[in-house]
């Protein structure tokens, strides 16, 4: 059997990884002309570090990464409405990782190079389309200049290219562009002074209007850690059209940021000015879909945020990625056919994905915040009083479980 992975991302890397540990060829072609190091930072939930320890990267994400250690849900104001340790802390057998995105693509991406070799990843082809048969699937893929450089059989296709998926896009023609709520994300990364216990994240208020703070990497001194912030508001009405796609990813600006940043009161951190000192940041419109009916057709399917893109809440999008990439190589290793195979798959991780990016869409574990905020927006003095312990919990441990990371469920996964 050989695949066809289309987009060099963290879930189209992981599943070539996936796919050789099984014996299955690959090749991977990425649009980009080189796979870089880019974004900030994301948090990998040890659901989906448990696989790539799997593939024996756990030793190769320590070097590049911090191990979460403890997680902080305050108000805008400051207030505590929820504090629990993460990862091996927490209880699970493996870390969560704090990292930047592109240390761990890079991480995925040399493991992919050693192990199935340079010649099996392509850069600068972008599809064009493809066709199937009874035989199997013909993809075309041409430069930035539009010129044809690959044509490649298989006997099944993955699209894993993203939120503006070529391969989404020519199973669903008529979707649209997609679906903006109305809220700004900005993200950077500076050098700071270690806060709390240097493996400490904070996040602070509630969907309309919430900052991220916490660790991805050592400093430049053992007093200082790489930090990664975040700042998401809503400035904009969800029924309107996102902004265009070339503004998807631009250099913010600090005066039209800063109003909204002097709207947060984080005890633990001076936020204002660790955003000042920030050289640059970027933008993004917080997007997502509507989940599909389904995600494969014929010998084609879908993987990552070209199947379930989801709202930046729950820490989830690249690890449900790598997770679909475990799911789809069991599926193409134990099916006598392809399209077999393909459907395992999809009944296995659609549903689970659909139910995450509803709950995203209703603030995620970070729900909780809102929750508070809208009982007590002045603030509170005892928090129990507001909404009670078993209240909390139930927000925070519910989307745990629906997402798959709960501390038992992991375990139970791992025996």
């Given at each position: 059997m050989k695949a066809i992975v289309v987009g060099g991302g963290i879930g189209g890397l992981t599943t070539a990884l996936?796919?050789?540990?099984?014996?299955?060829?690959?090749?991977?072609?990425?649009?980009?002309?080189?796979?870089?190091e880019l974004g900030v930072g994301i948090n990998t939930l040890p659901h989906a570090i448990r696989e790539l320890a799997q593939?024996?990267?756990?030793?190769?994400?320590?070097?590049?990464?911090?191990?979460?250690?403890?997680?902080?849900?305050?108000?805008?104001?400051?207030?505590?409405?929820?504090?629990?340790?993460?990862?091996?802390?927490?209880?699970?057998?493996?870390?969560?990782?704090?990292?930047?995105?592109?240390?761990?693509?890079?991480?995925?991406?040399?493991?992919v190079i050693e192990r199935l070799g340079p010649e099996k990843v392509h850069t600068g082809c972008r599809l064009g389309s493809f066709t199937q048969d009874e035989?199997?699937?013909t993809a075309y893929f041409f430069d930035r200049t539009g010129s044809h450089v690959h044509t490649v059989r298989g006997d099944v296709l993955i699209g894993a290219d993203g939120i503006h998926s070529k391969v989404r896009q020519t199973l669903f023609p008529n979707e649209g562009p997609p679906c903006w709520n109305g809220l700004m994300l900005w993200r950077g990364a500076t050098d700071w002074p270690v806060f709390l216990t240097g493996r400490s994240m904070i996040i602070a208020?509630?969907?309309?209007?919430?900052?991220?703070?916490?660790?991805?990497?050592?400093?430049?001194?053992?007093?200082?850690?790489?930090?990664?912030?975040?700042?998401?508001?809503?400035?904009?009405?969800?029924?309107?059209?996102?902004?265009?796609?070339?503004?998807?990813?631009?250099?913010?600006?600090?005066?039209?940021?800063?109003?909204?940043?002097?709207?947060?009161?984080?005890?633990?951190?001076?936020?204002?000015?660790?955003?000042?000192?920030?050289?640059?940041?970027?933008?993004?419109?917080?997007?997502?879909?509507?989940p599909l009916p389904y995600w494969s057709s014929g010998r084609v399917t879908l993987l990552g945020d070209a199947a379930h893109p989801m709202y930046p809440v729950g820490s989830n999008g690249?690890?449900?990625?790598?997770?679909?990439?475990?799911?789809?190589?069991?599926?193409?290793?134990?099916?006598?056919?392809?399209?077999?195979?393909?459907?395992?798959?999809?009944?296995?991780?659609?549903?689970?994905?659909?139910?995450?990016?509803a709950s995203n869409r209703r603030g995620g574990p970070e729900g909780v915040i809102d929750a508070v905020e809208q009982l007590a927006p002045q603030g509170f003095t005892d928090i129990n009083t507001i909404l009670n312990y078993e209240a909390r919990e139930g927000i925070v441990r519910g989307y745990a479980s629906r997402a798959g990371f709960a501390a038992r469920m992991v375990t139970r996964q791992a025996s």
């Amino acid at each position: 059997m050989k695949a066809i992975v289309v987009g060099g991302g963290i879930g189209g890397l992981t599943t070539a990884l996936m796919l050789r540990a099984r014996g299955i060829d690959c090749e991977l072609f990425e649009q980009a002309d080189a796979i870089r190091e880019l974004g900030v930072g994301i948090n990998t939930l040890p659901h989906a570090i448990r696989e790539l320890a799997q593939l024996g990267l756990l030793d190769r994400l320590d070097e590049v990464a911090i191990r979460t250690y403890e997680l902080f849900y305050l108000t805008r104001r400051g207030q505590e409405v929820w504090h629990e340790t993460r990862g091996v802390d927490g209880g699970h057998d493996v870390p969560q990782f704090s990292i930047h995105r592109g240390r761990l693509q890079s991480v995925i991406h040399q493991a992919v190079i050693e192990r199935l070799g340079p010649e099996k990843v392509h850069t600068g082809c972008r599809l064009g389309s493809f066709t199937q048969d009874e035989g199997g699937v013909t993809a075309y893929f041409f430069d930035r200049t539009g010129s044809h450089v690959h044509t490649v059989r298989g006997d099944v296709l993955i699209g894993a290219d993203g939120i503006h998926s070529k391969v989404r896009q020519t199973l669903f023609p008529n979707e649209g562009p997609p679906c903006w709520n109305g809220l700004m994300l900005w993200r950077g990364a500076t050098d700071w002074p270690v806060f709390l216990t240097g493996r400490s994240m904070i996040i602070a208020g509630g969907l309309n209007a919430k900052a991220v703070i916490y660790p991805i990497a050592e400093g430049s001194s053992p007093a200082t850690r790489l930090t990664n912030w975040a700042v998401l508001v809503r400035i904009g009405d969800a029924n309107t059209a996102p902004p265009r796609r070339e503004d998807w990813s631009r250099l913010g600006k600090a005066d039209e940021l800063m109003p909204h940043v002097n709207g947060f009161s984080i005890p633990q951190v001076d936020f204002a000015a660790m955003v000042r000192a920030t050289p640059e940041f970027w933008e993004y419109p917080c997007c997502d879909r509507d989940p599909l009916p389904y995600w494969s057709s014929g010998r084609v399917t879908l993987l990552g945020d070209a199947a379930h893109p989801m709202y930046p809440v729950g820490s989830n999008g690249a690890s449900q990625a790598i997770l679909d990439a475990r799911a789809l190589a069991d599926a193409l290793a134990r099916s006598e056919h392809p399209r077999q195979a393909l459907m395992a798959y999809e009944q296995k991780r659609l549903p689970m994905t659909a139910d995450i990016v509803a709950s995203n869409r209703r603030g995620g574990p970070e729900g909780v915040i809102d929750a508070v905020e809208q009982l007590a927006p002045q603030g509170f003095t005892d928090i129990n009083t507001i909404l009670n312990y078993e209240a909390r919990e139930g927000i925070v441990r519910g989307y745990a479980s629906r997402a798959g990371f709960a501390a038992r469920m992991v375990t139970r996964q791992a025996s």
